[in-house]
């Protein structure tokens, strides 16, 4: 069975960070892209981040580039996006997603299509 599974969310204060962790199982991370997303309540899901198989190469969305680094460990099947400076307006559920074929940067949610359940980030005071 074909899976992807978020952890490592939870409360952070402002300025804080947290690593999240995307473990694939039924099929080799090492083959495919991964792109990392976000939805706060009440919005549409955002394209936050995508890695290429190799790790050669990472995009990030405006929003979150210099302050969150996408990588991967092959070796482990897992994919790791470091969030730094975390502001309230991080607040979302992060999820982790292979495309479906072909995907277009700024991420498109409707082009991937194996979803993990989701991790909540939530940053307060």
């Known amino acids: 069975q074909v899976q992807l599974v978020e952890s490592g969310g939870g409360l952070v204060r402002p300025g804080g960070s947290l690593r999240l962790s995307c473990v694939a199982s039924?099929?080799?991370?090492?083959?495919?892209?991964i792109g990392w997303f976000r939805q706060a309540p009440g919005k549409e899901r955002e394209g936050v981040s995508v890695i290429n198989a190799s790790g050669g190469s990472r995009r990030y969305a405006d929003s979150v580039r210099g302050r969150f680094t996408v990588s991967r460990d092959n070796a482990k099947n897992t994919i790791y996006l470091q969030m730094n400076s975390l502001a309230p307006e991080d607040t979302a559920v992060y999820y982790c997603a292979t495309p479906i074929d072909t995907w277009h940067w700024p991420l498109r949610s409707s082009e991937f299509g194996t979803w993990g359940q989701g991790t909540q980030v939530t940053v307060s005071s």
């Open positions: 039924g099929f080799r991370l090492a083959e495919n892209v």
